[in-house]
C-alpha cells in the first residue's frame, strides 16, 4: 500500500539529500518506528508520505497512486487516508478535547455543515467511541490547553482515529513525553493498530520504544536507510 522508490529529497540546491535514495514497501498491519538522530531525515520522510513534502526525484505511491501527481481534491483524500500525530500535538487550545477530535473528519467532506460545527449522529457516536478508546472519557469538555502532555496526545490519537484512515503517521509523537507517558502512548498505539488493521509509521529516537513496539524497524543516517529489520534483527545487528 506504500511504495517508496529511490526517492530524494532536497531542500537546497548544494545541501546534503535530506531523503537519499531512499526505497521501501510497507503493507498495512505493519508497524514500523523509523529510528533515527536528529536530522537523519525522519520528518522529511513522513512530509514526503503525506504529499506535503515534494520529492526531488523518485516516485511516492499510497495505494496505487502517485502522490506528487494527485489534484487538489485527490491530495485531500490523500490526506483524509492518511491519520496523523505531531509531536506538539497541533491542537486548537481554546477547543476541548471533544471539538479537536471533530476536526479530524473535516478532511474527507469538508462541507459548510461541519464547518459550521454541525455533525450527524453517526459523527458524534463515532467521536464518543473514539474518545472511549483513547481513555479520554471524563475529559471531553475540557479544554486542550488544560489537558497534560499525555492527554493531548490522546487527543491527537482519537482525531486521527475518527479520519478512519489507511495509515497512521506520527511524526515524534512522544518526544515531548516523559517515558512512563510515552510508553502508555505507544501501547495505545499499538492495541488501536491491532484493532484497525493501519499501517503504522512513526518516527522515534528512542531505540527501546522501538524494540518494544515495532514489527519493523527503519535505522536512518544522513538521509539513508542504513538498517531495515525486525527489532530482533537490531538486537543481532547490535
Ligand atoms: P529529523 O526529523 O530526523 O530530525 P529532518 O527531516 O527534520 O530530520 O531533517 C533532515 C535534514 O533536512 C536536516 O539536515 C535538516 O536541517 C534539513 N531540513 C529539514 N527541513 C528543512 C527545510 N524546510 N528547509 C531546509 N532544510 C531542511
Ligand atoms: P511537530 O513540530 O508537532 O512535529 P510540525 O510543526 O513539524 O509538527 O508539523 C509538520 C507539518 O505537518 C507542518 O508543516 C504542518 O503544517 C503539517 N500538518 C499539520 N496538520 C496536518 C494534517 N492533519 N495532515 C497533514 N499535515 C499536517
Redesign the pocket.
Known sequence: MLDLQNVFVKYQPGDLPALNDVTFQAERGEFICVLGRSGAGK?TL??TI???QRPSSGAVTVSGKNVAMLSSKEQRLL?AD???I?????LIPRLTARQNIYT?MF?RRPSWKNLAGIFSTADHRRASEAIESVGLAGFEQRRAENLSGGQKQRVGVA?ALVQNPLML?G???V??LDPTTSNEIFQLLTDLHEQQDWLTIVNVHNIELAKKFASRIIGMKDGKIVFDGSPAEMTEAE
Do not use: C, K
Open positions: 520528518s513522513v512530509r503525506n504529499g506535503l490526506r492518511i491519520g496523523m505531531f509531536q506538539h500535538f497541533q479530524g478532511g482525531r503517521l511524526d515524534e509523537p518526544a515531548s
